[in-house]
């Protein structure tokens, strides 16, 4: 389990595309889970896109400023989840961005709360994907790149793309050996271009840690929505690729923390209600058989701590498993799904993704 920060850039990229890709492609054994957060400064764009504005625009990481400062954080996070697992498992969750740029400003003091919170979730089988949009890495927010295990910079093979990231890799490069090390750094590109992967590495001093194929009709169903649990969409290059890179990242954090002192990894301290919520919300799964990679880190504190083991995951609702699902605070309700009405009001409707 670790954290995987993803960084866009200027001419899009594809850093929410990519992120969502390795949302749907992660592998899971039981009891795992991945959460994505969309925390790009320039405003949340999955519900809109990937899920068609079928839930509220108001849940989400905007939810997350007053209730840091009421001392709810831990509590409020896991209401604001939407569960977009294919059968309503509750396994691949997405923590949706701002509908507004403007409320990223009330945020600034929320970060360092949050990325303590996300690490943490480490010790409950959780794996967090942060999208950061071009601009995330920078700023107040800069602590989420800096504590993640992994920062994978997206960018397209072609002039344009390789010539406005470059220093913007240089830069946010400076950054994290400012603050423990850019050993962390990648790139991920996607192969529109003419331009190898092994010179892209060479002339960046980064290395390239997997390769995405330009798939316009593919990456149009995360982007603008369609029928992501299409069998066609799962076996998609697109997804394939994802897949080949979750392994080799996952493989270089496991290589890093293994060439670390445990000393080094050091555990978020949570209040005992943040430790209460994260072990009630998301109980400890039980062990998997064969070899586990070295984590490097102490347990974290209150992993233990009492709250159920066992059990589904509070909140999504069952039925139409191709549609998203908010992620409540209390048992499994069996109303329909809701959807955006004409009006923008919410109404229970049965949703389809066919197009």
Partial sequence: MALFAIVGGHGAPGATVTALAMLHAWPLQTGQRVLLAE???????????????????????????????????????????????????????????????????????VWESLVNLLVALEGQGVDVLIDLGRSGASGPSAVLARRADAVLVVARSTLRSLTTAHPRVAALRADLDAHGGSDTLGLVLVEEGPYKASDVSARFGTPVLGLLPFAPDTAAVLSDGGNSHDRRFVRSPLLRSARTIIDEVRAQVSRRRAQLAPPQFIAPELTTHQNQALATTFPVPPPVAGPVPPSGRPPVPGANAAGPRSGRYPGPVPPSPPAPRPMPNTAMPTAPIPSAGPTGELRPQAVSHAR
């Avoid at 405003?43 to 989400?60: C, K």
């Avoid at 409020?76 to 923590?95: C, K, N, Y």
Wanted: aromatic letters at 2%.
């Fill in 39 to 109: 925390c790009d400064p320039d405003g949340g764009v999955i519900l809109a896109g990937a899920l068609e504005g079928r839930l509220d625009a108001s849940r989400g990481l905007g939810q997350l400023g007053v209730a840091d400062r009421q001392g709810q954080l831990a509590q409020t996070l896991m209401t604001q989840l939407t569960d977009v697992s294919p059968s309503g498992t509750a396994d691949r969750l997405l923590l949706p961005g701002v509908s507004d740029p403007a409320q990223y400003s009330g945020l600034a003091y």
